[in-house]
């Protein structure tokens, strides 16, 4: 008999959760607005609320913390940091930075102009945001498949090579950069796929642009390569990693994902250019070069996540849990963004709440419900989001209403996953019972979902 699957670790610390009843959830989650955002953390049970920064670092990791080199210059720590995102990636220079967003800011403040358009695949939030604020344009060339939840296909945040090469005709005096984002944490965490890389990386050839890669997700991403790419299965991930980055000119990390440490991120690139031109911002904005935002422990600290989270056995306990978690749901007949993606389960809301009018906010009322059942956390990825049309004020309704359930990483056992699931499905059971959801009462011009009061109807 086949020996079945197990996690690549066992457990050396723990940190005792608590469970509440249905009472105290209805007074805690009425005292935040219904919004989750507002809770307390004891007040949750299981915290699905993202898988950022919130992974559990290794034996080796606090290992590394201990033995930090917090020398303002020139630091040990540094050295080991800079040194094993080479190995990785190739990328001979690197910028340490505080998170993901600061990686942004400091690279675009070199690289992007007013007016300039920056084609990519669904961009992710602080990506736009930072882009945006420069007055310049981020033009999404996902493919359209994307869009379809049920629709199963193996490279479903691939860009749209066509759209590329368009914006690339139309506008090319206008575009610094095309930047790819892996995974596409937009579309549902879906991987992107070598091949796709290889041809961005002909066509920005052809038309003489460089290519950043938005690589919070690089591991994973990788992993989907040696699952379901042809000609991969046999390759290890830090061969699959070394192979994607030779298709990109540098990379901006969110260190908080793939890292698996609470806090940090990172420029690299092979262009010396590029790194004299970011240097002066990561001075001005982050902290002298070799530390940028970042302790010297917890650049070691992620200098051995990285190292760690490019081996197989790692990334296959990690996204082998979202799989399951997946097979539950399909158990039940419950609808997500398909196939699972590499961190999370998005649950297509108005499938599930199909009674709740779309005015009243389905994603989010599932959400509460989800909460009030067994106290897990999810977080809304949909009309509460996607905020108010700037110029009309009226809500947008356009795109897909989801319920994220992010996983984070080598935290909750497959346990808290079979919780999780019979959670979903008792409220998926009761679903005709949940007709009405809620109001706003009061909300943020921007960004409103973080801070949004709101009442159940
Ligand atoms: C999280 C994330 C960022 C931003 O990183 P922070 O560390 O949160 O600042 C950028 N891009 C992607 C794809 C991300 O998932």
Known sequence: MELPFAESWKIKMVEPIRKSTREEREKWIKRAHYNLFQLRAEEVYIDLLTDSGTGAMSDRQWAGIMVGDESYAGAKSFFNLKETIEKITGFEYVIPTHQGRAAENVLFSYLVKEGDIVPGNSHFDTTKGHIEGRKAIALDCTIDEAKNTQLEIPFKGNVDIQKLEKALEEYCDRIPFII?????????GQPV???NLRQVSKIAKKYDKRVIFDSARFAENAYFIKMREEGYGKKSIKEICKEMFKYADAMTMSAKK????????????????WYDGAKSYCVQYEGYLTYGGMNGRDMNALAIGLDENTEFDNLHTRIHQVEYLAKRLDEFGIPYQRPAGGHALFIDAPKVLTCVPKEEFPAQTLAIELYLEAGIRG???GYLLADRDPLTRENRFEGLDLLRLAIPRRVYTDNHMDVIAVALKNVYDRRNEITRGVEILWEAPLMRHFTVQLKRL
Do not use: K, R, Y
């Not at 793939?258 to 250019?273: K, P, R, S, Y």
């Open 180 to 188: 790819v984002t892996i995974t596409n944490n937009t579309a549902g």
């Open 379 to 381: 977080c809304e990825i």
């Open 193 to 195: 796929s070598m091949e």
């Open 258 to 273: 793939d890292g698996i440490v609470n806090m940090g991120g990172f420029i690299a690139t092979d262009l010396q250019e």
